[in-house]
């Protein structure tokens, strides 16, 4: 929920801090005014350095506070600018202006120093700038290189408002520039600072004389404060020359802008390029000076701007922490989760939902949630979202739930998901609305399975129907009519048939249903695979050409008896079942590898393509007529399948339509090394519950005898 | 004689309908699936063809809509007869032009009451 920015508390809280700070500073320079006179003219300069030093200190004192608070921005902006994922970063940029309103405007810059977000009071110049390139700006150069944010020495003075400019480098894990925020402050707030600490310069000054002033300049002699056009450079006057050898000192000499000599103190401010220089008229006949009292104020205002950047530093990392804390949770469920407000316009998405709508936290944020996100209802017609969610939670406060899986969600590409919806009131401390969570979940699976079971039980009700028709039909006809014997044999048989028909279909559903729920156990045995085929073929080979061949000795596999016969059995009966009475089926046995295949071949109506993809699908029966006369669950290779994956083998066929098929399975060997599972007293291993089919698909063949062994 | 035509893939409801309706004042058609519904109803034109829903390749909806849209074949009576007894499978079958419905599992006493009515209305 990164859009959203920090708790609105905590703004308040830095926000607070700051202006505590300002006032004690302008509350100083009030004080100021009442501070001693005492007409010193010896110690004019001495005083006048004491003030240059505390005005030096100050403005680096401010000057830290703004630095911590880029360094901090920029360091929570790693993650948004390693996404690329500018538009949550102008919320960050945002931020750091609510923080600190001194900062006109913030940009963020790309690795490249292309302008991708920019923040200020004027959104259309924010978004004239973006796309802009800052590769030669000394705000992005210096900034990528230090390792911390760095302050400007060019000042564009031809700019409206002339601005300093604070940089900081996003880094990566790895320490490497991924980007750079940029604060640009107005130099008048420099000048602002200073005047808070201005001090009552004698009014008495001769006639002609200018009263002293307090100003900084840069190092090259340009005044940034006290004048209303900055950027005429002075470099050739001595005091420059003096505080470019060293970082204090007392003068007396001429000034830009001053007639006659002064009396000057000059001091750097710590990692600028700016000079404080304190000068009052060298004839002064009075002088104020406040020096003492302003040595304890200054230090005061100090310790009262330092700790504020280290607390504003703190806390922010704080309220980050708090951000990430409850953004993680929303950022990491798979479900979309929207924020609104309480009038429906979205304030925050997560990934998930970006994902689901293919709309960007920036597209969406601030726009009514169903314009964004158009829901569907029965139909693909458009649901009344403020009347069907937004007002049952508004109104009373309560969850509102979609049903069923009859809504949807148009995604932007056009798509449909299937979707469930749940709006939940989000409420104040005081328990009033202050907006709403919605719960987006696609249920694109849930709706298919649904839709499976609604056709398995329309499949299953069908299949039973047919022979309950026949069932009850001939019945009746028997009953009430007299019929020949050979009528009356006919309609007896078809009795029989469908009743064992209805019964087969029980028994395989009962299969299913054990198969799929995993109570179905594998009594795994070693097994002689020959004699269980030749078993299998006795009754068939009564009536058809049924005949099994061995190729090589067939060594004893691990395998449940009665499943193998299952399927041996079904695969028989199938290739019986679809050939002509006169056609061969042939069963074949050999070794292959670790395993033993058997394959089951007929010259019967074969499988197209199409039909050999979806054939051991459950309830898939081939949508043909020879196939349909032949009668049939649908569920025989769907048990199959699951009965020999289930004893660690595989299965699969060949077939070509109007020319056969072949039906072959494999089943692991008994292991030579192993000492052969101990079979109980009734020969059988222990019995082992068998997870379901779709489990036992993703074991590798084998692991199951060898856990046996 | 009126003619009959009964088209389901199953051949022990063919044959049970068969069984029903045999008497000296039906012939009565079989039909094992869609398609050849269709081929005899074109050249047979039966009075009657009760139909079944659920056969492969052409479906009995896609047969009755073939037929009720050809207006040498629309004449013929037509009586689904399904497993399926949910309302929706009841209008699917109207909207494709069946004049009546039949589900499975049916009596065949019932089932010869209703074909009699469906012709002694015929002749009124």
Redesign the interface.
Known sequence: MKARGLPRSGVRRVTALLALVVLTAFAAGAMNLYATRKQLSDEVLGSNATTAKIAAETIFANLEVQRNLVAAVAQSLRENVESGDWSRSAADLRFMREVDPRIERAVLLDRQGIVRASVSEDPDADAERIGDNQARCECFTAASAANKPHLSRTINFAALVPHMVLSAAVRDAAGSAMGVVVAEIPISNLGLLTESLELDFSTRAPAGESSGSLNVFTDQGVQLTGVQRPGQSSPGYEVFRRAARTDRGTLRGALPGKPRDRLVAFRTVPETNWVVVVEQPASAASVVATTRRLVGLGAFINLILIAGAVIAGRLFRELEQERVRSSSILDSIPDGAVTTDATGLVTSVNPAMERLAGLLSGEVVGRPFDKVYPLLGPGNQPVDWDREFLDKVVRSNIVATSRGYDLSLRSRDGGIVPVSHMLAPILGRGGDLVGCVAVVRDVAYEKELDQMKSSLISTVSHELRTPLTMIQGFSELLLQRSMSPEREREALSRINASSERLARLIDDLLSVSRIESGRLVVRAAPMDLRAAADEVVIPFAEKRDVTVTATGAIPPVMADRDMVVQIVTNLVSNAVKYSTADAPVRIRLGAAGDSVEVTVEDRGIGLSREELGKLFQKFARADRKEVREVGGTGLGLYITKSLVEMQGGRIWAESERGVGSRFSFSLPVVKPAAAGPQPTPDGRTSRIPVPSAAEQVERPPGSRQRRDA | VRKLLIAD?????R??VR??LESDAYEILEA??GAEALELARTHRPDLLLLDV????VTGLEVCRTLKSDPATAGITIVMLT??AQDSDREAGQAAGAESYFT??????ALLRKVDEIFSSDLS
Request: hydrophobic share 35%.
């Open positions: 893939d199953e051949d022990g409801i044959s049970l069984m029903t094992s699936d659920m056969m492969p390749g497993a399926r499975k599992p049916f009596s065949p006493v």
